[in-house]
């Protein structure tokens, strides 16, 4: 039976491991190896690492790659992306290759209003907190000025805050709901600041406030966070080309291709099994620069989950169409980026990634990323709606399956070649992989 522990953070690194490697693993000596093995070999890359969270004990690695041939906007761009999916990075590319010859994406964003809230609960009159409200706001302007001043000069702030009254879904709950403009910030730390402010402005306000009477001064202060639900903060990203020049195949015609990946759409826009699935591949691309660019994708995903059930149900993130004779297909959703601030200053190989991509803007980043998530989407449907998924899949996965396997690197070489023209599938490399051995 394995006790508690108390004061589990305080201990050194290497007591933290031996605890857990002792209570936890089978083999002790194994686990600290693998450990130790994950470790960074420069010491203040690893420091850096150890105090990025609590508790750390080395580092879990994910492969990070790159989509080259990105037009966008005119501009040709390289997208790193982390990730450790077999086909992300091939789709991409092949994406990025077809449309290059088409033109290349279209981006433009749509708004970049960031939300928080102060939840509250207040039991009396609503006409007299809406009073209250209105002498209440250029205090709460004026209280986070010190908070402000460096966001202002960057041409960010406060932008509105309003009073919402929520009480017919929960018995005397109000909100202050409050909208930021963060530039190349993310912004959550600036944000949440001037929530806490706003919270501690209201509830000294309150106070003293003649026209309330006892019970309405007694204002329950919740919570004050921000949202990461911003359906005000979107990207468009769009390709487009003649009908006649979506061949993918030679099995479909340019129009049956562009019918079937309206159809593809069409489904994902009224099944939410299939729309899960549809955004999830969409998510592939978007994760993966997000990751890359030293972004919160937890915040990502939450935020583009929830936009995709505005209408009421699940639906697809991508659309598509044709007009004139023209194949449309394009994606909208919110994304809150930061270029500055958090691990973008810190972390060297974020730093590189920005760099590559021409250290943008936070706007320029919601394209790329929107792009990104495009391509992916295209990437899936179109094989989906052809010669279904598993093929390209199952040949990115082969040298997966050829390591778990633990080929070595001429087994590795003939096998690649061997099911260059068979198909594949876990038992068959395994079946081939003996033959080999014989
Ligand atoms: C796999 O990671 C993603 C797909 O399932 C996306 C899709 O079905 O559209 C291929």
Known sequence: MIEPISGFSKLSKEEKIDWVTTHYTQNKEQAKKIISTYWNQNNSIQQLHDEFIENTLTNLYIPLGVAPNFLINGKLHVIPMAIEESSVIAAASKAAKFWLKRGGFKTEVLG???????????????????????YLKPKLIADSASLTTNMEKRGGGITDIILRDKSTQLSNYFQLHATFETKDAMGANFINSCLEQFATTLKA????????????????????????????????????????????????????????????????????????????????????????????????????????????????????????????????LPLALGTVGGLTNLHPLVKLNLEILQNPTAEELMQIIAVAGLAQNFAAISSLVTIGIQKGHMKMHLLNILNQLGASEIEKNKLVSHFKTNAITHHKVKLQLKKLRK
């Open 112 to 134: 970049t209003e960031k939300v928080g809230q102060v939840h509250f609960l207040f039991k009396g009159d609503f006409q007299k907190l809406n009073s209250f409200f209105t």
């Open 205 to 332: 306000e309150v106070a003293t406030y003649t026209d309330f009477s006892d019970e309405e001064k007694n204002i329950e202060v919740i919570m004050s966070i921000l949202s990461n639900f911003v359906p005000n903060c979107t990207v468009r990203a769009e390709v487009s080309c003649p009908v006649e020049e979506l061949k993918l195949t030679s099995d479909l015609s340019p129009q049956q291709t562009a019918d079937k990946i309206i159809q593809a759409i069409n489904i994902a826009q009224v099944e939410p099994y299939r729309a899960v699935t549809h955004n999830k591949g969409i998510m592939n691309g978007i994760d993966a620069v997000v990751l890359a660019t030293g972004n919160d994708f937890r915040a990502i995903e939450a935020g583009v989950h929830a936009f995709a059930c505005k209408n009421g149900q699940y639906g697809s993130l991508s659309h598509a169409e044709i007009d004139k004779g023209i194949f449309k297909f394009w994606i909208e």
